[in-house]
């Protein structure tokens, strides 16, 4: 067909795409409506249609609508990525709404803001008398509103942003914001770890906040594994002293002074320092490695950034530094592409350096659920369900009724329950209510038909085999010399899944749990090609007993030859690391930088820059605005390998816009920015 297009526009084939006039690029991509004679062939005949050429892009939007297969639909995704509209820029509002504004900004302008340059903005708004009449109150709200966003650790990230790619601890600090803005008194708050995703820095500004709510005479129950909250609690319920079978118990509950030593409790053993995650002897030496050249994505000020092979490296700084943008969108994609035909378009950057041919692929092992369906689950996802089916097959009982593997899948027709599809609930729509799930009376919850559930292995059906925790399953398996599926299982043991059950939906497991699973696939299939595999926030949902099982995990995989590169907050996994990329120094506009980076203990030297003691604390707004200041902050941006021009913008952004603390010291000439080094500090 793009012979015939070609052969009627009379442009040659040979030119490569970018070459031709834009006339001729946008009838390939979007067609044209003057008929062109095709000609087709069909079982050695040959026939000339005239019609009109759609388009490769047009074509390919209406085949993804209009396909019912959800492989051509992968298929065609793949091809497609995010883009901001032409017209409106991103903007998403008309000409005439933008040409509205307040401040010399208009309404999206201050929403592509930080909330905490916002904040700033209507701290600074000067309006003329009639416009503070009309809008006193109004003022007075929004500064309130952002404010909360602000105590509460969220002032880096920018009002516009969409909720989906919100962590579910921002998101959760967000909703607890509105709560403190209500002013409600005499309720009971429960949050899931709302310290997810959040710098140990900020960590302060949290345990305020839900002090502050306490304090308005409401009760505040946290559902926490940070040790800096549990010690700022009034009173610690311990649940355990293991987890699965094995817990359910409560093992302690009083205040942080009645902990007392001896206990079979993880986390008093812990935090009496009787259990400890110690940092590794050495750190493992490295030669090769991959460099982002000049990645300016986002907030990145134009950085280059080394990422070792073969070693652990751990990506830190707080909330909105840049992490993500970093290695998610730019070293990530990036490689994704030398690696594969993927589509994504990598952030900006000059150019990919080192040794990119010593690995082979790159994954990202996210937080997303491990599959579509609710009937996915942790056993299929690391394929251990497939030998499991088998054994049932082969049972005499099974062999009887000519049952094969098929009939134990509940994803397929044969011998699952009709009734349900294999998931063991029937969902009932409400019309004005909230879908009702109910356990399906044909099966009671089992999943699969009577005759499919009376084929029993060793005294178990397979219902009873998926109601199996994986510790349970491993014990069962070993016990009766499936040496094949013990080998799959056992990964999720490794990475402290053992509790988790075998069936469980992958709807009811948490984004750190999903990760996991995805990590003990990764482990169970022995990849032998050299992987970088990069991991955000592992710790995500983890007791510090099990980030030891974790980093135990990250560390076979790179025995066997593989990368490891973590974007994390945790000090235990920060301090185990073998090279440390620390961004900062602050979140938003205010971060982007490398501000060093090498093993902890180095990284930590280097926050060393002066004696502080007795220094006085002082907040960058109120300072005086001296030329003497910027050229000795330039000069110590320097010192951290920028150039001149690039130290002297971030100088200025640092100086004009965030309140990174600075530290003036008594008799010193000038002024050092001795705090800003959040992760070294902390």
């Known amino acids: 067909m793009l012979e015939a297009v070609s052969k ?9 795409f970018n070459e031709l006039d834009k006339e001729y690029q946008n009838t390939i991509l979007y067609g044209c409506n003057e008929k062109i004679p095709f000609t087709f062939k069909r079982r050695n005949k040959s026939y000339m249609v005239n019609r009109k050429f759609e388009g490769v892009i047009t074509r390919m939007e209406r085949l993804y609508i209009e396909t019912k297969s959800n492989y ?29 504004t307040v401040g010399d900004m208009n309404i999206m302008d201050v929403c592509d803001l930080s909330i905490k340059d916002s904040y700033q903005f209507f701290q600074d708004l000067e309006l003329t008398e009639r416009q503070l009449f009309i809008g006193k109150e109004i003022l007075k709200e929004i500064k309130a509103r952002l404010k909360f966003l602000v105590d509460v650790g969220l002032d880096y990230i920018t009002m516009s942003r969409s909720s989906g790619t919100l962590s579910g601890g921002e998101a959760q600090r967000i909703r607890l914001a509105t709560q403190i803005g209500s002013g409600l008194v005499g309720v009971l708050y429960i949050l899931d770890e709302p310290s997810i995703g959040l710098h140990s820095r900020d960590t302060d500004r949290l345990i305020k906040v839900l002090r502050q709510l306490q304090q308005l005479g409401n009760t505040v129950v946290v559902v926490e594994h940070d040790e800096e909250i549990i010690r700022a609690a009034d009173y610690i319920i311990d649940i355990g002293p293991n987890a699965g079978r094995v817990g359910g118990e409560i093992v302690y509950q009083g205040d942080m002074k009645d902990l007392q030593k001896g206990s079979n409790s993880h986390t008093v053993r812990y ?8 940092p590794p002897v050495a750190h493992r030496p490295w030669n090769n490695y991959i460099e982002v050249k000049g990645a300016r994505e986002n907030n990145l000020k134009g950085i280059d950034v080394r990422f070792p092979l073969n070693v652990m490296t751990v990506v830190t700084g707080v909330s909105g530094s840049g992490k993500s943008t970093l290695v998610r969108d730019v070293f990530f994609k990036a490689l994704k592409r030398e690696y594969s035909d993927a589509s994504d378009r990598p952030g900006e950057h000059l150019s990919l350096e080192g040794d990119i041919k010593m690995v082979k692929d790159i994954e990202f092992v996210d937080q997303n659920p491990i599959g579509k369906s609710s009937r996915s689950n942790p056993v299929t996802y690391v394929k251990a369900y497939d030998e499991i089916r088998k054994i049932f097959a082969d049972q005499p009982l099974a062999k009887q009724l000519g049952f094969t593997a098929v009939y134990f899948s509940f994803n397929t027709e044969g011998g699952r329950c009709e009734e349900c599809k294999g998931e063991g609930t029937v969902t009932v729509e409400m019309q004005f209510m909230a879908d009702l799930v109910l356990e399906c009376e044909s099966c009671h919850g089992k999943r699969f038909k009577a005759d499919t559930l009376e084929v029993k292995f060793q005294g178990q059906n397979i219902h009873d085999i998926l109601e199996m925790t994986v510790n349970q399953a491993v014990e069962f398996f070993s016990e009766h010399k499936q040496s094949k599926i013990v080998k799959k299982l056992l990964p999720l043991q490794q990475v402290g899944l053992g509790y988790v059950k075998l069936g469980q939906s992958s709807s009811t497991l948490s984004g750190g749990e ?10 169970s299939i022995e990849k032998s090609q050299p992987t970088i595999f990069v991991f955000d926030e592992p710790t995500t949902g983890l007791h510090v007993h099990d980030i030891k099982k974790l980093l135990e995990a990250f560390d076979a995989l790179i025995s066997r030859g593989h990368t490891i590169v973590i974007i994390e907050h945790n000090l235990d996994v920060i301090k185990c690391a073998d090279h440390i990329i620390d961004m900062g120094p602050e979140g938003g506009r205010g971060g982007g930088v490398l501000l060093s980076s090498g093993t902890p203990e180095e990284v930590a030297e280097n926050s060393k ?21 910027i050229n000795l902050f330039v000069e110590l941006r320097k010192s951290k390998g920028l150039t001149y021009e690039e130290a002297k913008a971030t100088a200025l952004a640092d100086y004009m816009y965030y309140a990174c603390l600075m530290v003036k010291a008594g008799d010193a000439d000038g002024v050092v920015s001795g705090a800003c080094h959040s992760t070294a500090n902390t």
């Open 8 to 16: 009627h526009f009379g442009f040659s084939m040979d030119v490569p």
């Open 72 to 100: 051509n639909r992968s298929y065609i995704s793949k091809f497609m990525s995010d883009r901001k509209c032409p017209v409106c820029g991103g903007k998403r509002l008309r000409p005439e709404v933008l040409a509205v």
């Open 271 to 278: 935090l009496l320092g009787e259990e400890t995650i110690d």
């Open 514 to 523: 999903n990760q996991r699973v995805k990590l003990a696939y990764f482990l």
């Open 609 to 629: 820059g002066l004696d502080i003691s007795g220094a006085t604390i002082i907040d960058p707004f109120t300072y005086e605005k001296t030329e003497e200041y």
